[in-house]
């Protein structure tokens, strides 16, 4: 076995069925032991006879599997398939679309379309904040306005760059994790709420000269800049590069795997390629990226009627 990664191969030898993949999810979900998933107790769990993974708890007097308040609660694929689409979620780096999915497992593309939704909930919620040194910037994702429709969302196309596309705000710690969401507008106040919300005070920030940056001036930060628009882009250590080469991996796994992602749906994108990057340095074994994966699936059940609200 690599010292870093396993094979698809070596996956399956490892987890060849559902009762296998029912058994590595409670080693990582359940290290000592099932945990009730209602009352979050453990010492009165018994299981039950005759139903393999099905457990009782005398506590709450509530059945539970090792799906029960995860994302995938209350779905019929077998738990090994599971599995296999959480390892390619990790390792494709551009991720992988629904049709390859279902090619891969031998589900329906809408199956498979709704478990890579429940995995990419299974991937937000980051709340520990940026600090050291943080790249911002700033970008667009939707398609090139002269490729669309003459009115999209009734308001006519002016041929700027951000016209009529989903504005993303990212920050990137230097050398380290990695935030990003959806904004609305790329406005001042949006700007300065996510700032405070996601980066320690006495921060070091460095931007572009994005006119919204400019709040920046007395919220407790050292802001540095580099002027793009006169062609500089690194200046003693100052440049956003780092955050700048995370569009470049999003917009080749959007347009080039996805094709196409929808406003309401773009967020979970994001935090899908958000994860990878922040959970995919080479140096760590894919099981413990796995292992990583799997901490973020419990209390995110995610059922169909509010993946398509």
């Keep these: ?37 209602i009352c979050g107790i453990g010492e009165r769990v018994t299981a039950r006879k005759g139903k393999s993974g099905f457990y009782h708890c005398n506590q709450c ?7 029960t308040g995860t994302v995938m609660e209350r779905s019929h694929i077998p738990l090994h398939k599971w599995v296999y689409a959480m390892y390619l979620v990790v390792t494709a780096r551009k991720g992988v679309s629904s049709l390859q999915l279902a090619k891969e497992i031998g589900v329906t593309q809408k199956s498979a379309w709704f478990m890579l939704g429940r995995l990419r909930e299974a991937c937000g919620d980051n709340f520990e904040k940026l600090s050291g040194i943080v790249e911002i910037d700033e970008t667009y994702i939707g398609g090139l306005s002269k490729n669309m429709h003459k009115h999209v969302g009734e308001k006519k196309i002016t041929g ?11 920050m990137r710690e230097r050398g380290g994790r990695i935030k990003a969401k959806p904004i609305l507008h790329t406005d001042g ?4 709420d ?13 931007t572009d000269e994005h006119r919204a940056y400019q709040v920046l001036k007395g919220m407790g930060f050292e802001h540095e800049t580099v002027d793009h628009r006169a062609g500089e882009y690194v200046r003693d250590g100052v ?49 413990d990226r796995l292992d ?11 059922t169909y009627k509010d993946l398509i609200h």
């Excluded at 007097?61 to 799906?67: K, S």
């Excluded at 955050?243 to 347009?255: C, M, P």
């Design 1 to 37: 076995m690599s010292m870093s990664t396993i094979s698809t191969f070596q996956l399956f030898q490892l987890v060849p069925d559902a009762e296998t993949g029912r058994l590595w999810f409670e080693s990582r979900l359940w290290p000592n032991g099932p945990i009730c998933p």
């Design 61 to 67: 007097q509530e059945d539970f599997t090792v799906r």
């Design 160 to 170: 700027t760059g951000a016209t009529n596309k989903t504005a993303v705000l990212g």
């Design 189 to 192: 106040f949006m700007v300065r």
């Design 194 to 206: 996510e700032i405070r919300a996601n980066i320690e005070l006495g921060t070091v920030i460095h």
């Design 239 to 287: 440049h956003t590069n780092s955050i700048e080469s995370v569009w470049a991996v999003l917009k080749r796994g959007i347009y080039g795997t996805f094709h196409h992602v929808s406003p309401k749906h773009l967020g979970r994108y994001v935090n899908e390629f958000t994860f990878r990057l922040n959970e995919g340095n080479v140096e760590r074994h894919t099981l």
């Design 292 to 302: 990583s994966f799997v901490d973020g699936v419990a209390g995110k059940r995610l």
